[in-house]
């Protein structure tokens, strides 16, 4: 398993708002709790949200390297996505170019693409968030 | 040559280098984990990038994290510091060949000095004193591994060629017990180091860690800069260090330091580099050369007056030595203690929230630290939050300073092994100097045994 899945993994039970969650291979297990008052403070959160209708981004894709952030490959003329675009998990939107070397850069989450978080040939580092999606 | 360094390390070293760069006016990119992302010493870097997850293994040790992150900031050189990717020929060698400097010696280099056949051979050819024993790898047959035995005369040690700091090394009292643990040793280290070779030696029974340190320019030019003496150990880990180690004659310490700058000379060395001897009764036996920046190379810039990270740096730019042997005096007396966020009694790492954080200062006294109230302590990298350096005209001297500079360093919030250092430098033993490298844990013991 990917420590990138992790990621994900608590990203899920923080937007279902689950206390606790397990998971059980023939190589590992996995262990992941919240405290009870961050998953009360996380429904109190949620319901704000709604009031006030400004939710942290939903990342699609962050930076693995550090680079220069591409949103469309130099031979082609349009970005790999577009807002409004539907992509899946693995979709490449992007790359990041390291000297000579472009690197792809995939989604880590699917659903609809809501905008870039970085500008155009901007500085990237392990962690910088690229891509939001659009709340479901 | 190269106007910006990339420092692809963490901590009290990341920041040590930086201040040199900083001084030589080269620009500094440092690179760092999430774990470390609110470290202080990151702002003052001309750029801070962020290369992986707290693991080490996905971040001070990725070396493609690392040599993008050169590439994408423009850096041209690369400062491994100390641990980490510092003695790894594999990464000095990709350090090349992407066209950048690593500030170290050549792949080549680390690889044989890597090697402990292969470095007790060097040393040999170059007339540095070894450990009695056979110079290559043991053989397979046991006829003639038991005779090398017999020849040495017990107690002798056996030792994984791709072993050190500890691991990989078994003591054979009797001849009768050799074979089988030969036998032994030679499984571990085919498991744990990927390498069955084994050499033999005599067991020194009560030796010093007495160390030199060299620089060495890309020109040829070499110096020695005195003696170390890194006795105070605890599970092999140096605790306190001090320069020069204590009565060691002057003329017997030169003719080996000499040597090891003509091994350096024969084997194509550059940059920094530290000689480690066993010291035992007025004679040096050579243990490993660590082609790298010491932890403790503090006590010999307060001796020597030299800046040796600076001139690391300078050496790397291609910069000839400016001075010569005779050039080299060693004033006074140092001693460093090594401040670990651990518990004082148990040794069990305590990480977590620097509450306070209040420094000595004063003539004399040095401290060497990223920590800062507030710091948050990761879990994941070695244990070391400072190191406390205190320099007198005598040993005596350094020790008062030491005891005082400790006395003014209060740091709350986490456990730290100062108390264990306040007690160490009440020890008449250590105080009266020249204690062996089994002397803490002897100590340790007996004051466990006392409560």
Known sequence: ?136 | MFDTVLIANRGEIALRIQRACHGLGLKTVMVYSQADAQASYLQYADEALCIGPAAPGQSYLNQQAIIYAAQASGAQAIHPGYGFLSENADFSERVEAAGMTFIGPTAACIRQMGDKVAAKRAMRKAGVPCVPGPEGALPDDPLLIQRIGDEIGYPVIVKAAGGGGGRGMRKVERSEDLLPAVSVTREEARRAFGNPELYIEKFLGHPRHVEIQVLCDNHGRGVWLGSRDCSQQRRHQKVLEEAPAPGIDAALLAAVGERCVRACQQIGYRGVGTFEFLFEDDEFYFIEMNTRLQVEHPVTELTTGIDIVQQQLRMAMGEPLTYEQRDIRTQGHALECRINAEDPQTFIPTPGRVTRWEVPGGMGVRVDSHVTAGYQVPPYYDSMIAKVITHGATREEALARMRTALSQLRIEGISSNVALHRDILQDPDFCAGSVDIHHLERWLKGRRQAE
Not at chain 1, 18 to 31: K, P
Not at chain 1, 76 to 103: C, K, S, Y
């Open chain 1, 1 to 136: 398993m990917h420590i990138s899945k992790i990621r994900q993994i608590v990203e899920w039970i923080s937007s279902a708002n689950l206390a606790q969650f397990e998971l059980h291979s023939g190589d590992f297990s996995l262990r992941l709790t919240r405290p009870l008052n961050s998953v009360a403070s996380g429904a109190a959160v949620t319901a704000q949200a709604v009031e006030s209708a400004a939710p942290a981004p939903r990342i699609g894709a962050m930076a693995t390297v550090c680079g220069r952030f591409l949103s469309r490959h130099p031979g082609r003329d349009t970005p790999e996505v577009q807002p409004g675009d539907v992509i899946a998990v693995g979709a490449l939107i992007g790359l990041i170019q390291v000297g000579d070397v472009l690197l792809p850069v995939t989604a880590t989450a699917a659903g609809t693409v809501e905008a870039f978080m970085v500008e155009e040939q901007q500085r990237v580092d392990y962690g910088t968030a690229l891509l939001s999606l659009v709340h479901t």
